[in-house]
Structures are given as structure tokens and as C-alpha cells.
């Protein structure tokens, strides 16, 4: 079982509210509380839906015991630190040597490092990997995002009681099948 935990959110949206006004054409800004929300909302599905996490933010991935190889449900990140609970019942650091983290097919994989095995754990079995997620404003993949999101919030703005939109669904095939 494992669950991914928020520790420092991300703290910009992708699309910002004036890339939004843009491509709605919208002068005055009274339109801006519901279009953040339609802003939100977009990016929420968009990231639910792949997987990706799009702004940088600090996540923390909660395992009750090892597996051989740990794949990390998100991406894209990296690995900051992994602590567990020992044998003795104290909380610790896992040095980096004593684990790989590769990126292979989009994810990031983690497993002990060559002649080395998983250390013992504690009764409660608690581990937690500290990840930093999120693009870098350049990547590829971002752009791809961040036009899916406007594409999706324009039609939520244009559509208010919901239509399907198919150019974000469109956007989203592309970015779920860069990440296979």
C-alpha cells in the first residue's frame, strides 16, 4: 500500500490568469475568480489523468514495507531522501549509495543498490521517500500541458453546463503516450 503525501505545494499554476485572458480575449478582470477556478480545474484533471505533476512541489511517498523495485507513481521527480523505521524503532536516513534511482519508460524506479539488499524494518514498517516533482518552465512535455489547459479552460469558459472538449483530449493522448 502506499499514498502520496503534499509537503510543499506547488506555488504558481501552470496557465497563469493573464495566458488565459489572452486566449479568451477577455479585457477586464472580472471574470478572474471563475476563470482561476476553471484554471485549477483543468490542471487538476490534466494531472490526475496522466500522472504528471506539472509545477514544482516537495511530495513524500508512504510505503509499508519494501518492494523489490519501488516505482514512483508520479512524474516527473526525482528522489531527494528515503528514511524508514529501523529494526531498533528509529527513524532513518537511507545513505544514497545503498540505493539506485533510475528513470526508466517515464518513472522513476528505485531499488537497492548492486550487492546490497533493502534494510530491516521496524514493526510499523514506515517508509518515506522525499520527492521533488514538477517541469522545468523549458520542458517539451510542459508546453504540451500548459495548451491543454487553456484549450480545456476555454471550453469550460465557453461552455458552461460542460461539452466535451476534444483538442484537450486530443493534448492528453500526446502527453500520456510520451510517458509510456
Do not use: H
Amino acid at each position: 500500500m502506499s499514498e502520496i503525501l503534499v509537503i510543499a505545494p506547488p506555488q504558481d499554476r501552470a496557465v497563469t490568469l493573464e495566458e488565459a485572458r489572452q486566449q479568451l480575449r477577455l479585457d477586464a478582470r472580472d471574470e478572474d475568480l471563475l476563470l482561476g477556478a476553471k484554471l485549477d480545474a483543468a490542471q487538476a484533471e490534466l494531472e490526475l489523468q496522466t500522472g504528471l505533476r506539472l509545477c514544482e512541489q516537495t511530495l513524500e511517498l508512504q510505503l509499508e514495507g519494501w518492494e523489490d523495485e519501488v516505482t514512483v507513481p508520479v512524474r516527473p521527480c526525482t528522489v531527494a531522501e528515503i528514511r524508514f523505521t529501523a529494526a531498533n524503532g528509529n527513524m532513518t536516513v537511507l545513505p544514497e549509495s545503498d540505493y539506485v534511482a533510475r528513470r526508466r519508460n517515464g518513472f522513476t524506479r528505485i531499488r537497492p543498490a548492486s550487492a546490497t539488499s533493502w534494510p530491516e524494518l521496524g514493526t510499523d514498517g514506515l517508509i518515506q521517500i522525499t520527492l521533488s516533482a514538477g517541469f522545468s518552465e523549458t520542458a517539451p512535455d510542459l508546453q504540451i500541458a500548459r495548451a491543454a489547459i487553456l484549450v480545456k479552460v476555454a471550453s469550460m469558459f465557453e461552455n458552461r453546463e460542460g461539452a466535451p472538449c476534444l483538442a484537450f483530449e486530443s493534448l492528453l493522448g500526446q502527453l500520456k503516450c510520451r510517458w509510456i
